[in-house]
């Protein structure tokens, strides 16, 4: 299995898993023209997308769906709940539910957890095929401790790591919006993802991928060294830790 962060930011996110067989598209909060565009040059065909998971209904992750869906006709996998405010969108869609919390696309295995955002019936994703697994956590406030256990010694991990707080609150941003970034329901801090993947990160563990930085509120550079500084206080070794960016596709990963 491989995987492509097409983009990660709020202007958009939306990620490539392709284990040769199968293909899905993690959200699609960019244009139909950029995925395409962005598709083209990993060689793939748009035609061949399978499925696509939605985390959340904001806009920075499903503003192409709409279209992309009236070009292209994969199934779009959903909870009970995101169904409901996705027919809000008159989707020409094709619904799969998850079944206690499962669905198997292909040969790979997708398992939700619930997240914690300010948008009904957020999730992220535990992935698994035959040979190798992925987390995909984006766009919550804290992850539960309930899933520890579940989300331990992945190959690979794409983990928010939205703002530094300093930069957060010495920043521009009113404090109401602040406070939501800050809170159970906003997003996780450069701190937050660092001591996450102390926790997660086992010896099957490769790669981890930053995502979901903010622009006004985060920078790289600051976030990698937040997060490598813990790591290696803790004694976990990685092979790659980089930053997802927004509007740039990573190359080709392999999980």
Not at 41 to 62: G, Q, S, W, Y
Not at 86 to 102: C, F, I, S, V, W
Not at 154 to 159: D, F, G, P, R
Request: charge should be neutral; charged fraction near 25%; aromatic fraction near 8%.
């Amino acid at each position: 299995m491989k995987l492509s962060v097409l983009s990660s930011g709020s202007k958009g996110n939306s990620t490539l898993i392709d284990n040769g067989d199968t293909k899905i598209l993690i959200d699609l909060g960019v244009t139909k023209s950029y995925v395409e565009e962005k598709l083209n040059e990993l060689e793939e065909d748009p035609k061949n997308i399978n499925a696509i998971l939605i985390t959340h209904t904001h806009v920075d992750h499903i503003q192409g769906l709409k279209v992309f869906l009236k070009k292209y006709h994969p199934i779009v996998y959903v909870t009970e709940e995101l169904l409901s405010l996705l027919r809000e969108y008159d989707l020409d869609a094709q619904y799969k539910l998850y079944e206690n919390n499962k669905a198997i696309i292909g040969n790979i295995t997708i398992t939700l957890i619930k997240t914690s955002h300010d948008a009904k019936g957020s999730v992220g994703f535990v992935i698994n095929d035959n040979n190798s697994s992925c987390v995909y956590i984006t766009d919550t406030g804290y992850i539960n401790s309930k899933y520890f256990s579940l989300l331990k010694n992945h190959n690979l991990y794409i983990m928010e790591s939205n703002h530094d707080v300093k930069m957060l609150m010495n920043g521009g941003y009113p404090y109401h919006l602040k406070k939501r970034i800050l809170g159970d329901k906003g997003h996780l801090s450069n701190d937050d993802a660092a001591y996450y993947l102390s926790e997660f990160i086992g010896d099957k563990t490769k790669t981890v991928i930053l995502a979901h930085l903010s622009d006004e509120n985060n920078n790289p550079d600051i976030a990698l060294q937040t997060v490598k500084e813990v790591l290696d206080k803790k004694d976990k070794k990685l092979k790659t830790l980089i930053v997802a960016k927004q509007k740039q596709r990573t190359d080709w990963i392999e999980v």
